[in-house]
């Protein structure tokens, strides 16, 4: 259900509730509220709170287990690197994701020619369903967690790894937080020509994930943590960047098109390098160099009822920096 509510003149409220019912995982009902104001017209103020609910899919829950090798792991209990037998696959007692999340936001236009908006955004995660990297396993069984200790089993005489149970679980939390910004400016206009810039980008100022014996992960701007361990995050879904955006200066006309795009996206800390690694170097992760490549692209309507476009992507061939690992 949802409700819009004029509040009072250039206040406006949407009320929205939703209702779901899973077989096996049980009811939810989550509201949300968004507000937006027009105090003058070049800017529109807006936020918008509420919660969420995923249930685990059907292969999250029933995925078949399958017993396999793991990744190449170091084994703190032996001192040796090795693959050891592990168990993969769904897991029948997931607990549904539950989110809590909000947004606070404007929209300007100063001049005719310009517009901004910038949105600040939180949200956080409970119980995401996730596959916890092996590493990370191990090293926090070896630490003594008592959670990571019922995942492994030793050796007889506890010497060594002899395997672990790496099925899909809960992970404790996540908690995101970040500002999108579009910036959009017409330089100029010349009959029915124009010349366009637009920036699109996002500042990402949190990204934490909490495994389920409450330690904590932050994940923005590097890949591993300080055990030169995978994070759970970038396994899951890749590098986290502290910043990127998409900037396109494009050029018009009546029948035609001309747009150049910057993809860019910054710095962060990597892997240890593995030469270093086997060598006994003391712990220093890699450090890979933003990136930016460029995409350039033309159309043309100068047909009746067809469009033509072709683009080029990468137009430089630009290589990416050097990646030690994960």
Request: proline share 7%; aromatic share 10%.
């Amino acid at each position: 259900g949802e409700a819009v509510l004029p509040v009072v003149k250039g206040l406006e409220a949407d009320l929205a509730l939703r209702y779901d019912h899973y077989q096996s995982v049980g009811s939810t009902t989550n509201p949300k509220l968004s507000l937006r104001a027009q105090p003058m017209k070049a800017l529109v103020l807006r936020g918008s709170v509420g919660t969420g609910f995923r249930a685990p899919s059907l292969p999250e829950l029933y995925s078949p287990e399958v017993s396999g090798a793991s990744p190449l792991i170091d084994d703190p209990f032996s001192g040796t690197s090795n693959q050891f037998p592990s168990v993969t696959g769904g897991n029948p007692a997931l607990k549904p994701e539950k989110s809590r999340q909000f947004s606070l936001g404007l929209v300007a236009e100063p001049m005719p020619d310009l517009s901004f908006s910038a949105d600040y955004f939180h949200i956080r995660v409970d119980d995401p369903v996730l596959t916890l990297p092996s590493q990370l396993i191990v090293n926090r069984a070896y630490a003594g967690d008592a959670y990571f200790l019922s995942l492994i089993t030793l050796t007889p005489d506890g010497s060594a790894l002899a395997s672990f149970d790496n099925r899909l679980r809960n992970g404790g939390r996540m908690e995101v937080s970040g500002v999108d910004v579009d910036l959009k400016w017409r330089i100029a206009k010349w009959d029915a020509r124009t010349l366009t810039a637009q920036l699109a980008g996002s500042w990402m100022g949190q990204y934490d994930l909490t495994d389920p014996a409450g330690n904590k992960q932050a994940s923005v701007g590097k890949s591993v943590d300080e055990s030169n361990a995978p994070l759970n995050a970038v396994q899951n879904g890749g590098v986290i960047f502290r910043w990127r955006h998409a900037l396109t200066l494009a050029y018009a006309e009546p029948t035609w098109g001309l747009a150049l795009t910057q993809n860019f996206q910054s710095a962060y800390d990597d892997a240890q390098p593995v030469n270093d690694y086997w060598n006994g170097v003391p712990f220093q992760p890699h450090h890979v160099g933003a990136f930016a490549t460029y995409d350039l692209h033309a159309d043309y309507t100068g047909f009746k009822d067809l469009k033509v476009g072709l683009g080029v992507k990468n137009l430089l061939d630009t290589n990416p920096p050097r990646v030690a690992g994960n």
